[in-house]
């Protein structure tokens, strides 16, 4: 089967909010009758976002003697911690969990939600992404609570400082306009993470450099090992990219800087690549002055949106309370749970639900105007080793530390060495 999309057109509805009050119920969906109540864990990938804060209140507060427990997990290792804690017996009720590889990974550990929740509402947030050969007519081991994009947030006053007018939307332009920013004392691209674990995530950028240069197709034939990533038309993409480093337009200490967010909301950095979950903070501290872009990183003017139905809830086979946390994934997807979401600033995976946030709802909407082709996140639909050994590899890319050939090179012997089980044809192009 291949993947449905969802369509530009529906994401551009208004984004009001319309939280209908709804009494206590004691049923989880169409597949149970099991009494909700009790105490549930859950664990949350690194910090807690404030969507899932008001998800988390609005399920307690629609049932009433139910508690959700939420645990925050550092997402640097958040895998390695779940498959210790599911394989020893000791997994929480509820994890975040994204599609593609990394649920593949937890297929045997994950409740069936396909018994617990109306097909019509699994349809209306694309959980095929989460259903084993992503086709919901098999078991559906998660479900997507908001449709996440990697962009480039930018602040527009100082891309106005440097003289800067427009955002730039391809190789050449975005040089240009390095050079301005940083000729004019800012620093252009800024790179890092604020846990101190050191690195970044350089599959965001990968997505983009390796999407508008390779397209589904490509993008298919990399993921089956059938094409080389150290192929010449990616290859020149990330040595374009690399060369950002070198030329001083991103800080010097891409691997282990702190202040990324820091520098972006004091207005010293113009561009930082991230992606719509952001989107809140630098609202917040940036106002009118901040907007997001597809990353130009491109020959020819970027016309790629990477947008996926991602970040969602996966219920462990082995939950003490099933009913209750399945409940609670049926609530995330529902229409109140997605207004909820869209009020805290996400952009919701339920289909005709916008999104409160202006930043996230206005580059949707340049998506429409301006007929940006919509691909998935690449590193959802590679095993969890080859996307380790790409965001490691590009890392070192980025520092100066190794040749983009050399890391290619590397992530084409991690393909060739999955084993049969591990390499799924997701048949991103539909052919």
């Keep these: 089967m291949t993947y449905k999309y969802l369509g530009s057109a529906a994401v551009l509805v208004s984004a009001a909010i319309l939280l209908a009050g709804c009494s206590a119920g004691t049923d989880t969906g169409s597949g149970s009758s099991t009494e909700v109540g009790g105490t549930i864990t859950l664990w949350s990938y690194g910090e807690e976002t404030q969507s899932n804060k008001d998800l988390v209140a609005g399920f307690e507060a629609k049932y009433p003697g139910t508690t959700v427990d939420v645990i925050e997990q550092p997402g640097d290792n958040y895998f390695a911690l779940l498959q210790a804690s599911v394989t020893s017996g000791k997994a929480p009720d509820a994890f975040l969990m994204f599609p593609g590889g990394y649920q593949q990974q937890f297929a045997d550990y994950s409740l069936d939600l396909s018994k617990y929740i109306d097909r019509d509402d699994l349809e ?110 990616i290859l020149d993409q990330v040595e374009q990219w690399a060369s950002l480093h070198a030329d001083g337009y991103t800080n010097e ?61 996966s219920v462990s086979a082995d939950s003490k309370n099933p009913a209750t946390a399945a409940a609670y994934a049926e609530f995330a997807i529902s229409e109140e749970g997605q207004n909820i979401i869209a009020a805290a600033g996400g952009v919701p995976s339920r289909t005709g639900v916008g999104s409160a946030n202006r930043v996230n709802q206005e580059i949707l909407a340049n998506a429409e105007a301006e ?17 380790e050994t790409l965001n490691s590899g590009l890392n070192q890319v980025m520092a100066g530390q190794l040749s983009a050939k050399d890391a290619l090179t590397k992530v084409d012997a991690a393909t060739k060495a999955l084993t049969d089980a591990e390499r799924i044809n997701y048949n991103l192009a539909g052919k």
């Design 124 to 233: 209306a947030v694309n959980a095929q992404f989460f259903a084993k050969d992503s086709n919901l007519d098999n078991p559906v081991y998660g479900v997507p609570t908001v449709s996440n994009m990697y962009y480039t947030l930018y602040n527009q006053d100082v891309l106005d400082a440097a003289g800067v007018t427009t955002f730039p939307t391809d190789w050449a332009e975005l040089n240009d306009a390095c050079k301005k920013i940083t000729a004019a004392g800012f620093l252009c691209l800024g790179y890092g993470n604020t846990t101190g674990s050191g690195g970044f995530s350089a599959y965001q950028d990968f997505s983009y450099m390796s999407g508008q240069a390779v397209g589904l197709d490509g993008w298919d034939g990399l993921i089956a090992g059938t094409e080389s990533y150290a192929q010449p038309k």
């Design 253 to 313: 200490d891409v691997m282990t800087w702190r202040d990324v967010r820091t520098d972006f909301l004091a207005g010293k950095t113009a561009m930082t690549v991230t992606g719509s979950w952001d989107a809140q903070w630098a609202l917040e501290g940036l106002g009118d002055a901040v907007h997001a872009a597809p990353a130009p990183f491109s020959d020819d003017p970027i016309d790629v949106l990477i947008r996926l139905q991602d970040s969602g809830i």
């Design 371 to 387: 007929g940006w082709k919509q691909m998935p996140m690449y590193d959802n639909f590679i095993a969890p080793s080859v996307n």
